[in-house]
Every structure is written in structure tokens, then in C-alpha cells.
């Protein structure tokens, strides 16, 4: 008898422990499961070898290319302005800038860049008012003959379509508007459509379109896909091959949802994670968890976290550096940069970590 009831309790407790590491997420029938950090460490910032200007934050992204070129993306108010400028990564030279801000040949209006990792070589986009209209630009082939080399120019089947990254075997990821409704869908070479993931009808329609803000990373390899939520400590995974999803939150605050969803989006509002870039191994995120106010007038430190494509959370790396714009060099193990107050990219060595 004791026995029985010592088995019951042990029982009992492990199922409430489960209860508080899960909760119902903002995925349709997709339960989060809290995560920690397998390890914290603390990092020091390779500044020996960084790009220092004032124009730093300016720059609204940063990406990497055939393991070796760091393209910065501008911000350009006026048509005479270049949207990018190349640097390589071995020695920072300045290689040359393309794409002026414009409706002619040889410029873009307004590219909205896809992460990609840095072992592929073109630089994917669409184009603000035409986001069924995706390009791709052979960013080497393009510093080398001093004109845009276009590798491809491709038509999504939507032109609701609100946010898009491309996967092996020319599919796509797509998050679109269908009756009403905000849905996440793989889509195959011929258009068709390959899988659907739905989110709580609870916040299905547009109007929580700010609150659903997020940013995807894809496995260029597996075709997974995460998308990492701004106005949640949460990381959604899919994987665009079985149909399957998961999601994963380093904080409780992801239980908020429901009751955070219903309120405007204030200075008060916090964001969680700001940026993300990946590998065929890991999904680096930049996380906060401040208010927009302090995010804005510049915060002290960042934690910079290391995820695998599993949802195991493998690290959690504390940097004194208010970190903005990230990306990672997968060959050679360097995570680049911009520090927000120095006005500079900076580097950090993970190679003995991942």
C-alpha cells in the first residue's frame, strides 16, 4: 500500500511539473514547452577586427555570402543612395556597393532581404508593393563584373502573401491572409500547397498582425524552418517535409498571450527577441525581454542564445554589448555584429561552441 501510494505521488508530480514546463501556445493545436539553457556563458567581443562608421546604424541588416562577404544594408531615404555595400570578412576590405534605391535598371525600391546562411551565394528579396515578385542576386558574380547579376526571378501564387522564405527544391515558406485568416504554408515547385499550420483562431485575422511580428530562419539543408516571435519569448519550428510543428518559450511571459494580444502595441510593450540568423546546425537569436522604450534608448548587455534544430536551448551567451544586427559566418565559426551605442561591427569567436 505505501508503495502504491508513494508511486501515485511521484505520479502526480511528475505530471504537474509537465503541466508548468507546457501551456497552449498561439499554434493551433501545438502545445509551448519551457525551455533552459544546457550552459551560460559569458563572451568577450573580438574589437580587433570590426568595421567602425558612423553611418552603423543605418544599416538594417547585415548578411553573409559564400563564407567570405558581409553585405550591410542601408537604410536609403534618397534615390542617389546604394541599399548595399560589401566587405570581406577575411580582411574587411571594402569591395563595393550595389543596388541604387530607384525604378530603373540597375536599382531596387525597397528590397525586403531574406536571412539567409552564409554558405549560399545569392541574396534573396521581394520588393515592397509586389511581394508576389521574388529575386535573387549573385552577390560575387555582381562585385566582380560591377553590374546587378540576377540569378533568378521567381512569382509567388499569392499576392497575399505577407512574409516568405525560400526552401530546397524550389518551395516556399509563406505566411498569407486566406478568408480572413493568417496561415503559415509550405508550398511546392508547381504552387501547390504542401502543408498548413494555423494559428488559435483566438488571433487568426489581421488585426494582430503587429503582435504576431517575427522573423524566420530556415535549415537550408533540412528545410525546416523557424520563425522567432518579437512580442513573445517563444520559437515556433516547422518542419516543411512531415507537416510537423513544435514550439519552444524561454519564459513564462509566453502565457500572457491571449490577454497581451488584446492590447495595443505601446513604448511599454515588451519585445523579447530583436534578431536571429542560422545554420544547417543552430538558430542564433538575439533576446532582450525589455520594454520598447529602454530597447530603443540603448540597454546595457545582450543575451545571445544558441538553439539546435530540435528545440534544445544549448546556450545561453551573456555579452556586455547592446547587440542590434546579427549574422554568422558558418565556415568559420564567427558571429558578426553591429553594437548599437559604438556604432561598429564587432565579432564574437563560437567555435568552441558549436
Known amino acids: 500500500m505505501k508503495n502504491y501510494l ?3 505521488l511521484i505520479l502526480f508530480l511528475s505530471l504537474l511539473l509537465l503541466s508548468c514546463c507546457r501551456g497552449k501556445g498561439i499554434l493551433d493545436n501545438v502545445s509551448v514547452n519551457l525551455v533552459k539553457p544546457e550552459k551560460v556563458v559569458s563572451l568577450v567581443a573580438d574589437t580587433s577586427h ?8 543605418q544599416y538594417q541588416s547585415i548578411r553573409i555570402f559564400c563564407d567570405t562577404i558581409i553585405v550591410l544594408q542601408k537604410w536609403v531615404i534618397d534615390d542617389d543612395g546604394y541599399h548595399f555595400s560589401a566587405y570581406s570578412s577575411n580582411s574587411l576590405q571594402y569591395l563595393g556597393s550595389f543596388a541604387r534605391k530607384g525604378r530603373g535598371p540597375e536599382e531596387i525600391l525597397d528590397p525586403y532581404v531574406i536571412i539567409t546562411n552564409s554558405v549560399e551565394s545569392n ?4 520588393t515592397n508593393g509586389f511581394l508576389e515578385e521574388t529575386y535573387a542576386i549573385d552577390v560575387a558574380e555582381t562585385l566582380q563584373s560591377g553590374h546587378i547579376v540576377y540569378a533568378h526571378h521567381d512569382t509567388l501564387p499569392s499576392s497575399t502573401i505577407m512574409q516568405w522564405t525560400p526552401l530546397p527544391e524550389c518551395r516556399h515558406f509563406v505566411l498569407s491572409e486566406e478568408s480572413g485568416r493568417l496561415v503559415k504554408k509550405t508550398i511546392g515547385s508547381q504552387g501547390e500547397v504542401l502543408n498548413t499550420f494555423l494559428y488559435d ?7 494582430y498582425m503587429t503582435y ?3 522573423i524566420f530562419v530556415r535549415n537550408e539543408e533540412s528545410g525546416k524552418v523557424a520563425e522567432i516571435m518579437l512580442c513573445l519569448p517563444q520559437i515556433n ?3 516543411t517535409s512531415s507537416g ?6 524561454v519564459n513564462t511571459d509566453f502565457r500572457k498571450w491571449s490577454s497581451n494580444s488584446k492590447r495595443m502595441l ?3 510593450s515588451i519585445q523579447y527577441f530583436e534578431e536571429a540568423a542560422a545554420s544547417s546546425g543552430f538558430i542564433i537569436v538575439t533576446y532582450k525581454g525589455v520594454p520598447f522604450e529602454k530597447l530603443i534608448s540603448g540597454c546595457q548587455g545582450t543575451s545571445i542564445q544558441i538553439f539546435d534544430w530540435n528545440g534544445n536551448f544549448k546556450y545561453d551567451i551573456r555579452v556586455s554589448e547592446d547587440i542590434s544586427k546579427i549574422a554568422f559566418d558558418s565556415k568559420n565559426k564567427y558571429l558578426y555584429c553591429v553594437e548599437r551605442s559604438e556604432e561598429r561591427l564587432v565579432r564574437y569567436n563560437l567555435s568552441h561552441l558549436i
Do not use: G, P, W
Open 6 to 8: 508513494r508511486e501515485s
Open 50 to 57: 570590426c568595421i567602425i562608421t558612423k553611418e552603423m546604424e
Open 123 to 126: 541574396l534573396n528579396f521581394q
Open 201 to 207: 483562431s483566438e488571433i487568426a485575422d489581421r488585426r
Open 212 to 214: 504576431l511580428s517575427s
Open 237 to 239: 519550428l516547422f518542419d
Open 244 to 249: 510537423e510543428a513544435q514550439s519552444i518559450a
Open 266 to 268: 505601446d513604448m511599454n
